[in-house]
């Protein structure tokens, strides 16, 4: 099985941008696909963006559409989010996931443990 690990956030004015990465431990994203969700405080966690790692499709939440992009590489064995025009309302912690294609589309299985990103106005 494969462990998402994160990294790459931390603290940026509104209007910056952030890259956050998630790597592959354990095996390689192959068969998977890759999405970010983030949880605010006191709010659900709600789902950011997806990518299917060998067909490279993606999809994004309506919030960040235009604003965020996900992308992966494959040698690297990594899953980015690239996220420009930083709001406010972006502030969460960031949690990379990963199911495998056969996978109910509502469920991961396989979490990482999260990285802050905080946007100050």
């Known amino acids: 099985q494969v462990q998402p690990v994160e990294s790459g956030g931390g603290l940026v004015q509104a209007g910056g941008s952030l890259r956050l990465s998630c790597a592959a431990s354990g095996r390689t994203f192959s068969g998977y696909r890759v999405a970010w969700f983030r949880q605010a405080p006191g709010k659900e966690r709600e789902f950011v963006a997806v990518i299917r790692w060998s067909a490279g499709d993606t999809s994004y939440t309506d919030s960040v559409k235009g604003r965020f992009t996900i992308s992966r590489d494959n040698a690297q064995k990594t899953v980015y989010l690239q996220m420009n025009s930083l709001k406010p309302e972006d502030t969460a912690v960031y949690y990379c996931?990963?199911?495998?294609?056969?996978?109910?589309?509502?469920?991961?299985?396989?979490w990482g443990q999260g990285t802050q990103v905080t946007v100050s106005s």
């Open positions: 996931a990963a199911a495998l294609y056969s996978t109910r589309q509502s469920d991961y299985p396989y």
